[in-house]
């Protein structure tokens, strides 16, 4: 209907699939492939804040006039389509959001004319929308995981075999380090369609020349190593690089071993960014009376695994910030400061309190379930009790106050469950403005729909 099968023939595409990193892996490949001068197409998932961050082109969101123009475009011929063909109504019917927003990155990576288009994979891949992708330049995998089970499959050996339906015959494709059950069933698959399946190595950090990488976490690094692969093929295979990087996979030489990177490589992984992952701010309201009373550690880790790095993350990034307040202090910036973990929002590993919000906005409704709140609010306060020596079993409901205009607050000894995500950073800005001496640190993570909340209502200010 929209006439796009062959713009996605012609497109010189890198689609990536995993359960970890792949918006970083795709964000760090396109600023690479940009800073070599490449006019690039970056399609991600989810958006934040605002739809059109699914949209790059040259590393910026997509302006508003442009998507409307698209959206509209395949829109409106879509539902003439639908409205006057009874036929493909009733075979065919208009396509689900992700389906859509799918075919609207084609359209305007192909009326655009992208030299190069990154494509995120949304969920799994053999079934995924992305994958009409037919003759894809090169593919990649990045860490996998436990996620979307019910999907997906309940075992690291179904989860594989959805990521590998992205490979293509013939078609070279880069993974990292996985699980041994993951790495069989991804090396058999290759096998079955001629894909020379290599393993990228994890980016050694001399190679940055004193730089750090644009995305915070050690845990990027094994990221950066699969972008350069993914890059570095790309520009191989389209006749921009004559000589094969083989120095870069664990199957020849190490990455150590290499004695530099080009510069457009090292300036695209220093200068890369991607909102929600490992990302610091500090709330601008605090800032207007006193700068760093309140300080959002943001990360959309939503899986066991990714729950752990953003854990080592949070715990590095704390420390680091503490040391740094503590030099300000020895010269006489902010003497009277000090630092303090907690409160924080959501699932957490803090030493402070923690807050509970139940939905981004205030209830609509006097009836609302916050069991599963409070189940959280059992456990966290259980953990804290045995590691104080004083294990005891809390019932949350029986510490109940008022806040807000009679919006009821569960509290607890070393919790708080608010009524929505507004009531909560409401009150930490309050107990910020009510003692300037001491400094919130505040980590936000287990789902990245939560990070696009908690960065609206902070970023409005």
Same mark, same amino acid.
């Given at each position: 209907i929209l006439d796009l099968e062959e713009p996605i023939s012609q497109m010189k595409i890198i689609h990536v699939a995993g359960t970890k990193g792949k918006g970083s892996t795709c964000v760090f490949t396109e600023a690479i492939l940009r800073n070599y001068g490449f006019h690039t197409g970056l399609f991600t998932s989810p958006h934040l804040i605002d739809i059109r961050e699914r949209f790059r082109l040259d590393g910026e969101d997509i302006c508003i006039e442009k998507f409307l123009e698209y959206f509209w475009w395949c829109w409106d011929r879509l539902k003439a389509c639908f409205l006057i063909d009874?036929?493909?109504?009733?075979?065919?019917?208009?396509?689900?959001?992700?389906?859509?927003?799918?075919?609207?990155?084609?359209?305007i990576f192909a009326t655009e004319q992208?030299?190069?288009?990154?494509?995120?994979?949304?969920?799994?891949?053999?079934?995924?929308a992305t994958n009409v992708i037919q003759s894809p330049i090169v593919c990649g995998i990045t860490p996998l995981g436990y996620d979307h089970t019910e999907v997906l499959g309940n075992t690291l050996e179904e989860i594989a075999g959805q990521k590998a339906g992205i490979f293509k015959k013939g078609v070279p494709a880069f993974t990292v380090s996985q699980p041994p059950e993951a790495m069989q069933v991804l090396e058999k698959t290759a096998s079955q369609l001629d894909v020379c399946l290599q393993v990228a190595n994890q980016l050694d950090g001399n190679l940055l020349n004193g730089l750090h990488l644009g995305l915070a976490g050690e845990?990027?690094?094994?990221?950066?190593?699969?972008?350069i692969m993914l890059s570095y093929m790309w520009l191989q295979r389209t006749g921009y690089l004559e000589i094969k990087p083989?120095?870069?996979?664990? $199957?020849?030489?190490?990455?150590?071993?290499?004695?530099?990177?080009?510069?457009?490589? #090292?300036k695209g992984l220093t200068t890369a960014s991607l909102q929600g992952r490992a990302q610091i701010i500090t709330d601008r309201v605090c800032n207007i009376q006193s700068q760093g009373d309140l300080v959002f550690y943001l990360d959309g880790a939503h899986s066991p695994e990714s729950m752990e790095v953003c854990a080592n993350?949070?715990?590095?990034?704390?420390?680091?910030?503490?040391?740094?307040?503590?030099?300000s202090s020895s010269t006489g910036d902010n003497s009277s400061k000090d630092s303090i973990q907690g409160p924080s929002i959501a699932i957490s590993t803090t030493v402070g309190r923690m807050c509970l919000s139940?939905?981004?906005?205030?209830?609509?409704? $006097?009836?609302?379930?916050?069991?599963?709140?409070?189940?959280?609010?059992? #456990?966290?306060?259980?953990? #804290?009790?045995?590691?104080?020596?004083?294990p005891k079993k809390v019932d949350p409901v029986s510490s109940v106050r008022e806040y807000d205009n009679d919006t009821s607050v569960k509290s607890c000894e070393n919790s708080m469950v608010f009524s929505s995500l507004p009531?909560?950073?409401?009150?930490?800005?309050?107990?910020?403005?009510?003692?300037?001496s001491v400094r919130l640190q505040v980590l936000v993570t287990g789902s990245i729909h939560l990070i696009g909340d908690v960065l609206k209502l902070v970023k409005k200010y």
């Open positions: 009874a036929k493909c109504r009733d075979d065919m019917p208009m396509p689900t959001l992700f389906h859509f927003l799918s075919l609207l990155a084609f359209k992208v030299d190069v288009a990154i494509i995120e994979v949304g969920l799994g891949g053999k079934r995924d845990h990027q690094y094994v990221n950066a190593g699969l972008a083989v120095d870069l996979t664990v $199957s020849t030489v190490k990455v150590k071993h290499l004695s530099c990177l080009p510069e457009p490589f #090292i993350w949070f715990s590095h990034a704390i420390k680091e910030d503490n040391e740094q307040e503590r030099c139940s939905s981004s906005l205030p209830p609509t409704s $006097s009836e609302v379930d916050y069991s599963w709140q409070m189940t959280l609010q059992t #456990i966290w306060e259980d953990i #804290i009790c045995n590691k104080r020596g004083n009531l909560a950073i409401n009150y930490l800005r309050e107990t910020a403005e009510q003692d300037k």
